[in-house]
């Protein structure tokens, strides 16, 4: 508890001590009255000064001012009838302020539960100066600067691993439980747990731009982008507490005017006391403070309990259409596939199988892509699985879009698509074989063609089923890749539509047709990597970035973003939403329908001041626990 909370634990404890010994005190008259005050103040002195400062800055109509109306007026009653019963006004407020410490103490626990989930951003980083580690700010570090991470220390800032190995705890950032094993030329992501050898890191950033501090950056922001659920119950209660007011004094007057003017009733006080205590029960009873505590909270909840499970979800307004989406749309490489491609086949200038030959192509393919970045190039060198004599390559040319020309061991060498032999005047086979096709050339004669296939994520399939087991009707990839490509990938996921050989701008045209066609209510999401496809998660209803760790493309882009590349967290992150607009809904319901019948009761005299201590503090207390259900999200 902080010191605010002890405050007010003593407060209620002093309160209730001294309100249980006046009953065994045998005292009457103006004492009976200062001491029953002397607790009044104690218990509720706090609330009268906000009441006061509330219509002093012109703010009049708000919990604190219906609390102090009605146990003022209570006061007001008990001594005009000279009962010398002043206890419904002292309960009234103690029990209110008990609901105010359980919701204070519920939203400050689970604060306090999201900020040590998210604990991630190191305190300090270990550099080496004259042969010993010393602490430094992680702020002063400067990019390309090496620290040292010892066993059981976060990562401080993004860099690549130049000497060590070890094992990462990354479960803050992804909630993956399993650890991730790293070596040297590994890149690492700040905010890891190291977890048992002593790592030398490079840094690629500097502490503000890596992945912890976006992090954190984005969960912060989250709680300030409201969602049409909050925003109507702030209208909601700005409209709703004046008309309370307003109700509670025409039923204090107008029921006993018309007894005075139509049934010739005596005008003096007497007559108004009945509909005056009812309208103070009224208004104890209407305070809206269940509403607009728990609907807040409910969706801070949701958005730490995603986080911990390594969903970010940018704002509770995003999490409102995650809850409405229908249809999912993905690009292919990096999302459902690994984005790493294998060598599946070698074929010659007849489109057969080749066994003579093939070493010799994959040899010259990965020494022509020595020099290249691209997946594809990588992918050839790790298949050749040697290290590339440099000096055998001579005249290097890379065309884009096409492939490479190059001389290798005096050599003419073409390697890349179609597109590029047609330009050598060189006829090349087609592969009847789905896949990547790289075409080769040596000596400007066709020699064959290696067929590439990116691996699918051995979730992806798992992922499509759970999407549509959890009410998402219609799933589509979209790619640039070639047709039949597509197409075995979408039929082995269970993806219902594909389309494919498509630049960004076709991707954004296909996207734009689909939510044409939606019902209007239903939302459409884009899964993508977060870089590439940045113009078409701008477009859709709701952007998700898959695998974007370390990526500022995809933090930027993405309304939602999933700390690592697996795709079954998108069912998930939808099932997280619907269950905390489900706790909303439930808290908006229980809270109207309650106070609404007690209202109604009320007017009739039916309801006491007793049972409107319940139907305010009782239903916030309430909806305050259901609220905090929605982080507990793990099963979901």
Not at 477 to 506: C, F, H, N, W
Request: glycine share 8%; with cysteine; charged share 20%.
């Amino acid at each position: 508890m902080n010191k605010k909370q002890r405050n007010m634990l003593a407060r209620i404890i002093i309160a209730v001590i001294m309100t249980v010994a006046l009953q065994f005190i045998d005292i009457t008259g103006w004492l009976r009255l200062s001491l029953y005050l002397v607790v009044y103040l104690i218990i509720g002195g706090d609330i009268l000064k906000k009441a006061l400062k509330g219509i002093v800055n012109g703010r009049v109509f708000d919990e604190n001012f219906l609390m102090a109306v009605a146990t003022v007026g209570a006061f007001a009653l008990a001594i005009y009838e000279k009962s010398g019963d002043y206890l419904e006004a002292i309960a009234v407020m103690l029990f209110y302020q008990i609901g105010e410490f359980f919701q204070s103490y519920a939203v400050g626990k689970s604060r306090r539960n999201i900020a040590a989930l998210m604990d991630i951003r190191p305190d300090y980083a270990n550099i080496e100066q004259d042969g010993a580690i010393v602490k430094v700010d992680p702020d002063d570090v400067e990019v390309g600067e090496v620290i040292i991470v010892q066993p059981g220390e976060k990562i401080p800032i993004d860099g690549v691993v130049v000497s060590g190995e070890s094992s990462l705890n990354t479960s803050a950032l992804t909630g993956e439980s399993l650890p991730r094993e790293v070596r040297k030329d590994d890149e690492v992501i700040s905010g890891s747990i190291n977890l048992s050898g002593v790592l030398k890191i490079k840094t690629t950033k500097d502490f503000g731009d890596s992945t912890v501090s976006k992090i954190l950056e984005l969960v912060e922001d989250a709680a300030s982008r409201k969602s049409k659920s909050e925003n109507f119950i702030a209208r909601f209660a700005r409209i709703y507490t004046p008309a309370v007011c307003y109700g509670a004094l025409a039923l204090a007057i107008l029921p006993a005017l018309f007894l005075i003017l139509f049934k010739g009733a005596a005008f003096d006080f007497a007559t108004f006391e009945t509909w005056v205590y009812r309208a103070l029960v009224f208004l104890v009873i209407s305070c809206p403070c269940a509403l607009v505590v728990s609907i807040p909270l409910s969706f801070f909840a949701g958005i730490g309990g995603a986080s911990r499970e390594g969903v970010l979800v940018k704002g509770a307004n995003i999490f409102e259409t995650l809850s409405k989406v229908k249809t999912v749309v993905f690009d292919k490489t990096g999302t459902l596939t690994q984005g790493v491609f294998e060598v599946n086949a070698f074929h010659d200038g007849n489109d057969h199988d080749m066994h003579e030959r093939k070493a010799q192509l994959l040899e010259y393919a990965a020494i022509a892509e020595s020099s290249s970045s691209h997946p594809i190039g990588k992918s050839l060198q790790r298949a050749y699985g040697h290290k590339v004599d440099r000096n055998r390559i001579a005249d290097l040319q890379e065309i884009s879009g096409e492939g490479i020309n190059a001389v290798i061991d005096g050599h003419p060498v073409a390697v890349g698509n179609e597109k590029l032999m047609r330009g050598l005047n060189i006829a090349p086979c087609h592969c009847h074989t789905a896949g990547t096709i790289v075409h080769i050339a040596i000596d400007n004669t066709y020699a064959g063609h290696i067929v590439l296939g990116d691996i699918v994520k051995p979730t992806a399939k798992e992922a499509i089923t759970d999407l549509h087991r959890s009410g998402v009707g219609m799933t589509v990839m979209l790619t640039g890749d070639a047709k039949a490509v597509a197409e075995q990938t979408a039929r082995e996921l269970g993806i219902k539509q594909v389309y494919s050989q498509l630049l960004p701008a076709d991707k954004v045209s296909h996207l734009e047709t689909l939510l044409n066609g939606r019902k209007d209510d239903d939302k459409v999401a884009f899964v993508g990597d977060g870089i590439n496809d940045a113009p078409v998660l701008s477009r859709a209803d709701l952007g998700i970035a898959m695998g974007a760790v370390g990526s500022d493309a995809a933090i930027e882009a993405a309304d939602v973003v999933l700390m690592d590349d697996d795709p079954r967290k998108i069912g998930k992150a939808i099932r997280i939403s619907r269950k905390c607009l489900r706790i909303v809904w439930e808290n908006i319901i229980m809270a109207i329908g309650i106070k609404g019948v007690c209202l109604i009761l009320g007017i009739f005299g039916i309801v006491n001041m007793w049972l409107a201590i319940f139907a305010d503090v009782g239903v916030m207390i309430l909806a305050v626990l259901n609220a905090i259900r929605a982080m507990y999200v793990r099963k979901v």
